[in-house]
């Protein structure tokens, strides 16, 4: 195939942005964005105008228009109709996180773009990301030894109106999958499976509305409690209510050594580590990183992961992050809101049981049962 690959966004909102920023910042000849299609017709044109893109009011125009692949920046729960769609029309497809909303929606998307033939990934911006990668590579050199610990936290403050607004998508079990488990939590399932190339066993999950929002709504705070099959405990805290720069921090600790991560740093990693191939033996050493705080690592993410998706057109392999991967995350997030549900701790085994016997759709009825909530006291005019 011929350079460059042509995308076509479907989509113009936040996630949109970030992903066609990213590429205005840094010269490259592999990638380029073409084409969008959105349904409001006033962000489809004021967005193709900006970015200089053919506009499309049309979906189906769009893919039967000679553009190589997508990227599909919808709400979550058109992912799994505008990925098949995609594949169907023999387009290449980037979506989003999360995969979907149920393991059987990523099914359905898995099965469509195999028997398309076209490559398929999830964005997942966090598995790109070069703080990301850097931590990982320490881990594989062995710096950390075996990891027994990770504590991992992200804050996301969200306007409140978000949360209490019923007709917004964002955060519905409905069209979101939930809410910051769903939405933030999937980011912490894909890169700490990645980081110990390993699987989760069990989970205890608590989940809290600081918002007095509807029933529709999923949880503004939770803390999640997983224990890899491995033996490593691992902490996942979540919150859309804390005030703060927005950031993400894990910090890893192993028989060998330890590492923090805070993405708000502008050296965003410190490690330590007794093993005799460290840089500084014995001390905690900060590693070159190109990393910047939000919203810098945002574009840096977004950029290495639609270039390595670009990458595998052009050369004809799989993406390192596959969508059993992408699966894998949203089987964690499930699993978090049965613990829920359920009270106590639940193994992968009863969420795979589960969806023998059911739909996984069935996890998000009376969820909001499973909330606790708090929210008498919060003041939202921070």
Request: proline share 4%; hydrophobic share 40%.
């Amino acid at each position: 195939m011929a350079h460059p690959i042509n995308f076509g966004i479907i989509g113009c909102g936040d996630a949109a942005i970030f992903h066609i920023t990213a590429f205005k910042r840094k010269v490259q000849e592999k990638l380029e964005f073409v084409a969008a299609h959105d349904i409001n017709s006033r962000t489809l044109k004021r967005f193709s105008r900006a970015h200089k893109l053919q506009p499309y009011m049309k979906l189906q125009d769009l893919l039967e228009s000679d553009i190589d692949a997508v990227l599909v920046s919808v709400p979550h729960y058109l992912h799994e109709e505008i990925v098949m769609k995609a594949a169907n029309a023999g387009k290449h497809v980037l979506c989003e996180k999360p995969m979907a909303r149920t393991l059987e929606g990523c099914d359905a998307m898995i099965q469509a773009t195999q028997a398309a033939g076209v490559k398929f990934m999830i964005a997942e911006n966090h598995r790109f990301l070069p703080a990301h990668q850097c931590i990982k590579d320490f881990i594989d050199d062995g710096l950390l030894g075996d990891i027994f610990l990770i504590r991992s936290y992200e804050g996301a403050y969200c306007d409140p109106k978000q949360f209490l607004n019923p007709e917004s998508w964002h955060f519905c079990y409905k069209e979101g999958g939930g809410g910051v488990v769903a939405d933030q939590g999937v980011h912490k399932f894909s890169t700490i499976n990645w980081l110990l190339n390993d699987s989760v066993d069990s989970i205890t999950c608590w989940i809290g509305k600081a918002y007095d929002s509807p029933n529709n709504k999923g949880e503004d705070n939770a803390i999640i409690l997983v224990k890899y099959r491995r033996g490593t405990m691992v902490e996942i805290t979540l919150s859309s209510t804390t005030l703060h720069p927005l950031t993400n921090k894990i910090e890893l600790h192993g028989t060998k050594g330890t590492i923090f991560e805070d993405h708000s740093w502008e050296k965003p990693v410190q490690i330590y580590s007794n093993h005799p191939n460290a840089e500084e033996v014995g001390k905690f050493f900060t590693p070159d990183v190109e990393h910047g705080p939000f919203p810098q690592y945002y574009l840096i993410s977004a950029f290495y992961e639609d270039m390595h998706f670009a990458e595998c057109i052009l050369e004809d392999r799989e993406p390192d992050f596959t969508p059993l991967h992408a699966k894998d995350a949203v089987s964690g997030v499930l699993l978090s809101y049965l613990a829920a549900k359920e009270g106590k701790r639940i193994h992968m085994e009863d969420l795979i049981n589960f969806a023998n016997e059911n739909d996984t759709e069935l996890i998000f009825q009376n969820l909001d049962d499973a909330i606790q909530k708090n929210y008498t006291e919060l003041k939202l005019d921070f």
